[in-house]
């Protein structure tokens, strides 16, 4: 009986062992880029195409930093991307909040097609809609300004509608059933009892509108007219010149670009995962 | 009555425009950098700010702007500046940019940019304005400009781009590696037999089957531009005159024949396995700095890649080896050219075309052909080029594939941009379907291009 | 016009409470309805008169009629976009679902400790910039100093030259496709943690291994988990654009010459916008089929519906 036992308790330890071994392999697949991009940042460009492949810089240099701040205006780069994103960020939070509220929330005739509709536009490539959208972005005098990567922001995107509609379908009706029965109008619902409790989605649609303008390059490439208003996500092709790529240095500008969006999710990571967890699963 | 006013109007305007279009030029020192250089001033009388999209980033947008602020400063007196934006991928030419400019008529007045290819598509659909007669007000005179460089220049006869400086492709060879393989590094390969012989000779294969060297990859650097090397092997592809494609001459055919025969020779996946750079041409991995391939097909800008990564690598030049019917001691041009959109005003675009005659002055551009050994548009320039003045080898030879009448920019037609593409396409297909017949591909391809002229 | 609204509204006239409710809805919605129809419904509707057209940008559209759509099947390079897109999709999708299912099963085991850790590695890709993350898998494929083919040297194996490869290029985007699988790991936690352990102890009892609970329990009931996120990679497979954009330009030999990549090649390289909105149209029905299609396959015999 004694033998039996602890023969189950080695076969579930080595189970288990098996089991941190593959999520260990997987995990280590899935970080090695970053270490790549971290000390391949701080490597000559000589080290940087070493063969064999070198995993630390034979020799540390700052210079790849140095290069990428003094190169390019890196902070009004960095400032103009903050305009449009922090804009951005409002925008998204209090639009797509208060449609997904819309949807989830509310009856109305027509609703769920309308929906549908929603996410059929989740399809669409913007390539398609560039240049009518460039053409009516002239004639209201916004190209050249930060306007056109702004404005939209306000009314809406497809898939933040998605999150919020299916996070608040969630919230059981009993919670604000009987505040409409005392006669509370439906913005201060919306306002003082669902959005306090709604911090988790919130946070996801915060973080990845944050993303989507941080990384947006077709958008500012096509509609900042003068380079003093260019984003970080432009950065890398007024880094590298025409015919040298310049791989140290977008090395290094990768780190500076990945570094911001990682606090904000350390940061928010509790409420985001949350967010995701919660929207995502019930279709 | 209100005729004869109308009349003597008319005579007083063509008096003052005719002596306010007599340009007047001078000499005048500025700064460039942190060089003192003599530039000429050309006074149109007019002045004034234009836009320009420059498609130089990076280092290259350094020198940019020390253009620019000499621009500025030769012409602060006479009230003309130029308000420059650095637009990346060859001034926004290839994506979408510079189309929804023109689109939404927000295109600067003048730009620059790396693709001639794409800007003749441009001129040809319109979006440029004729400068014929821009160049004459301002006394810019293109006749002695590189026949070459004018297939670039004009559609239709009429003049759109005008090229900043221009390239030549050359072989560039190990003689070290040469020597080692038994080869005379002095006598390096004049066609395309002999070429395919040093190939062979400088190939390494080791016992495994693998390769440790190739002799030459005929698709590698500029041998993957699309028609650099068909065009000094002595095919045509756009036949103007006929206004239509054509990829179906028999030099057109041997090329393709030639570059499946390298893919027969050698199994392309392996050769795959070594040779994708990173930098295209500037990281200190490219095959011919690593000694992976010994010779490679590339432009003069390459020597700077080897100065930079790899100074210690010996290496020589020769003009590209042709078969028979092919273009001798020649090169396709690779410009960077100037235009200026349509919808141009004629003050701006006046303006704007004085900012290209000053950057066509070799004092503007001696950084230029110095670091690059990017070479002028006009022969009798290459003398005040200090690399002439040294007596630098490469560039003599430059020089020397310059001069030849042959050289030209191939396909330049109303669909440049995508025949280039459909033919990279078409012959990376036959590199990896070697049972495909060349002759039949190459039909099928014109056929469809033709029918979208 | 008034009895029209009348009888628009008529089933909710049942009460006054609801009439309101339908015309707050509509307020509420109202953002989402001015930007589509300035935004979306617009541009697209632009896109569809285009689809018609010869339209060089430059220039007014001429009218063709279904011209467009008839040249795009004769051209070869569009069905070779078609058959890699439609690769991703029956391969990449697939195996990229697979992989995150997996993973978050493994990951789900109660018995392990340190996940959470794990769980955060696991995400953090998906936050890379897409340029970013492009350079970053440029180099992890390099064929002699790249991460993946060091690795596969070490166990003896000489690595293809991957993005320069024909046969090896989509299998690179798959792998990358798997990096970026974080927020699905994270959904399919979620919907591990509904479902009861009572169901696993049962079938430990009747002797089922971790395999088989994973086909028999675990699959099953996350059916509306993974139709959700295998709805969202084949959108975003379908608008694969900027990653081979950076990498491999639709190359080697037009192996990664995805749908997005060449609309956007012929509309932005080759003036052919009447073109682009034709594919742009295709793909738009394309894409709607397939979803549709899914959402009946995954919700059969499903009583819940959004």
């Known amino acids: 009986m004694k033998g039996k036992i602890s023969g189950y308790q080695i076969r579930t330890a080595l189970k288990l062992g098996l089991l941190y071994l593959v999520l260990f392999a997987f995990a280590m697949a899935f970080i090695l880029p970053f270490f790549f991009l971290l000390t391949g940042s701080f490597k000559t460009s000589s080290d940087l195409f070493h063969v064999p492949f070198r995993w630390l810089p034979s020799k540390f240099t700052f210079d790849n930093y140095k290069q990428v701040f003094t ?56 390539q398609v809609t560039l240049i009518p959208l460039y053409i009516m972005y002239t004639k209201v005098k916004w190209v050249g300004t930060f306007l056109p990567l702004i404005v939209p922001g306000f009314f809406g995107n497809a898939f933040f509608i998605f999150l919020m509609r299916q996070f608040l379908v969630g919230i059981p009706r009993e919670i604000t059933e009987s505040a409409r029965i005392d006669g509370a109008n439906e913005f201060r619902i919306f306002w003082q009892l669902i959005m306090p409790i709604s911090k988790p989605v919130l946070a996801t649609v915060a973080i990845m509108s944050f993303m989507n303008s941080w990384k947006d390059f077709l958008g500012p490439l096509v509609f900042l007219g003068s380079d003093k208003l260019y984003t970080l996500s432009l950065a890398a092709s007024m880094l590298r010149s025409n015919l040298n790529p310049n791989w140290e240095l977008l090395l290094a500008l990768g780190v500076v670009m990945v570094l911001p969006v990682l606090i904000l999710f350390f940061v928010l990571q509790k409420y985001f995962i949350q967010g995701i967890t919660m929207s995502g699963i019930k279709g | 009555m209100k005729k004869r006013i109308l009349t003597a109007a008319a005579v007083g305007c063509a008096l003052f425009l005719t002596t306010g ?13 942190d060089r003192e250089i003599e530039v000429e001033v050309t006074d149109i009388g007019k002045s004034g700010t234009f836009t320009y999209w420059s498609a130089f980033t990076g280092d290259s947008a350094t020198w940019e702007q020390e253009r620019v602020d000499a621009f500025n400063e030769a012409y602060a007196d006479l009230g003309i500046s130029v308000d420059v934006q650095y637009v990346p991928d060859g ?33 040809a659909e319109g979006c440029f304005a004729p400068l014929d007669g821009i160049l004459e007000d301002i006394e810019l005179d293109v006749s002695d400009f590189y026949d070459g460089c004018k297939d670039v220049m004009y559609y239709d006869g009429t003049c759109y781009l005008v090229p900043q400086d221009t390239n030549v492709i050359m072989l560039y060879y190990r003689p070290d590696l040469a020597a080692e393989a038994g080869l005379d590094p002095d006598n390096p390969p004049t066609n395309v037999e002999e070429l395919d012989a040093w190939a062979d000779a400088l190939t390494v294969q080791e016992d495994d089957g693998s390769y440790s060297r190739f002799g030459l990859i005929p698709w590698l650097d500029s041998g993957d531009d699309a028609f650099v090397l068909p065009f000094i092997f002595g095919a045509d ?22 570059i499946q ?8 996946e392996k050769i795959n396995a070594f040779t994708s750079g990173l930098g295209g041409m500037f990281s200190p991995d490219h095959a011919f700095m690593t000694g992976k391939v010994a010779m490679t097909f590339t432009g003069n800008w390459f020597t700077e890649a080897l100065r930079q990564y790899a100074p210690d690598v010996e290496y020589r030049v020769c003009p590209v080896p042709v078969p028979e019917g092919g273009r001798v001691k020649s090169s396709s041009f690779g410009c960077n050219v100037f235009a200026i959109p349509e919808g141009t005003s004629e003050e701006q675009a006046e303006l704007a075309a004085l900012y290209i005659k000053f950057c066509e002055q070799g004092s503007v551009n001696e950084d230029n052909f110095a670091q690059w050994r990017s070479i002028p548009v006009i022969d009798a320039a290459f003398d005040d080029v200090s690399l002439t003045k040294n007596g630098d080898e490469i560039y003599a030879l430059e020089r020397e594939i310059a001069a030849s009448p042959e050289n030209g920019i191939p396909a330049l037609c109303a669909v440049s941009a995508e025949l280039s593409t459909q033919f990279q396409n078409l012959r990376q297909t036959l590199i990896y379907n070697t049972d495909l017949d060349p002759a039949a591909e190459l039909k099928t391809l014109e056929d469809q291009m033709n029918a979208m002229l | 016009m008034e009895k029209k609204k009348k009888g628009f509204l008529s089933e909710y006239t049942g009460s006054r409470m609801r009439r309101n409710e ?20 617009y541009p697209i509707g632009s896109s569809l008169y285009y689809s018609l057209c010869n339209y060089k940008v430059v220039g007014a559209p001429k009218f063709i009629g279904l011209d467009n759509y008839r040249n795009l099947f004769k051209d070869r390079i569009f069905i070779q976009a078609c058959k890699n897109t439609a690769y991703m999709i029956l391969i990449g999708v697939p ?5 995150a299912i997996a993973m978050s099963i493994m990951l ?3 018995k392990l400790r340190g996940t959470s850790w794990m769980r955060v590695i696991f995400f953090i890709p998906t936050l890379v910039p897409t340029v970013v993350g492009c350079l970053l898998w440029i180099w992890v494929m390099q064929p002699e100093s790249g991460l993946v083919n060091t690795f596969l040297g070490y166990i003896g194996i000489k690595g293809p030259g991957w993005l320069s490869s024909p046969t090896w290029a989509k299998p690179a985007f798959i792998l990358m496709m798997i990096w970026t699988c974080g927020n699905a790991i994270i959904i399919y936690l979620a919907g591990l943690q509904d479902i009861s352990p009572a169901l696993y102890d049962a079938a430990e009892v009747d002797g089922a291994n971790f395999l088989q609970q994973s086909i028999h329990i675990s699959v099953p009931l996350l059916r509306p988990t993974i139709l959700y996120n295998m709805v969202t990679l084949i959108i975003g497979v379908f608008q694969w654009f900027t990653e081979p954009y950076i990498m491999t330009e639709g190359g080697p030999s037009n192996a990664t010459m995805f749908y997005s990549l060449y609309l956007y090649q012929n509309a932005f390289s080759f003036f052919k916008m009447g073109y682009a909105s034709a594919q742009a149209w295709i793909m738009l029905l394309v894409a709607m089929i397939i979803i549709i299609v899914m959402f009946k396959v995954f919700r059969f015999g499903e009583t819940e519906m959004g």
């Open chain 2, 91 to 123: 001034a926004g030419i290839n994506n979408g940019k510079l189309l929804s400019a023109i689109a939404g008529g927000t295109a600067p007045d003048l730009l620059i940019t790396d693709n001639p290819t794409s800007a003749y598509q441009y001129a």
């Open chain 2, 21 to 33: 279009l007599t340009a007047m030029a001078e000499t005048k020192t500025v700064h460039m950098g």
């Open chain 3, 95 to 99: 195996v990229t679902t697979l992989t």
């Open chain 1, 71 to 126: 190169k390019i205006p890196f902070f009004r780069y960095l400032k103009n991307t903050l305009i449009i994103v922090v804009f951005n960020m409002i925008g998204a939070l209090i639009s797509n909040s208060l449609i997904g509220y819309g949807f989830a929330r509310l009856r109305w005739p027509g609703r769920d097609k309308v929906f549908m509709i929603v996410i059929a536009t989740m399809i669409l490539p913007y």
């Open chain 3, 22 to 41: 339908a015309r707050t809805g509509l307020l509420f919605v109202l953002p989402w309805i001015i930007g589509f129809l300035v935004f979306t419904l």
């Open chain 2, 261 to 268: 025969s390298y893919a027969k020779k050698y199994d392309p």
């Open chain 2, 237 to 258: 592809p756009y036949l103007a005159d006929e206004g239509r494609i054509d990829l179906t001459s028999d030099q057109m055919v041997n090329y393709m024949t030639w």
């Open chain 3, 108 to 110: 789900n085991n109660k």
